[in-house]
């Protein structure tokens, strides 16, 4: 069985910044793309920042230049670095990562992590 756990959000002031992390453990054969997305109650999950297994990353408009996302293959984690916070920042951050197990090597799926609380606000 395969889990991701985010850690990382919390409270911080416009301007600030914070650092996301996910982490993927268990039975894992392979990891392809990792994401981060970003949900505000009665909005729909919005895609922020995309990374490639060979490191090829994209940003949604609004966090372009604020935020980088990176990932460690060798941990099988990825990470949100997130600068100049905006109070439209705040939402429940998600991660999420296609992968294989080594139960099914050849079968790729979806896993999310369980969301950390952002909160942008003086």
């Known amino acids: 069985q395969v889990q991701l756990v985010e850690s990382g959000g919390g409270w911080v002031q416009p301007g600030g910044s914070l650092r996301l992390s996910c982490v993927a453990s268990?039975?894992?054969?392979?990891?392809?793309?990792m994401a981060w997305y970003r949900q505000v109650p009665g909005k729909q999950r919005e895609l922020v920042a995309i990374?490639?297994?060979?490191?090829?990353?994209n940003y949604v408009d609004s966090v372009k230049d604020r935020f980088t996302i990176s990932r460690d293959n060798a941990k099988n984690t990825v990470y949100l670095q997130m600068n100049s916070l905006k109070p439209e920042d705040t939402a429940v951050y998600y991660c999420?990562?296609?992968?294989?197990?080594?139960?099914?090597?050849?079968?790729?799926?979806?896993?999310w992590g369980q969301g950390t609380q952002v909160t942008v606000s003086t």
């Open positions: 268990g039975s894992i054969s392979s990891i392809n793309e």
């Open positions: 999420n990562v296609d992968l294989a197990d080594t139960h099914y090597p050849d079968e790729e799926y979806e896993l």
């Open positions: 990374i490639t297994s060979d490191g090829k990353s």
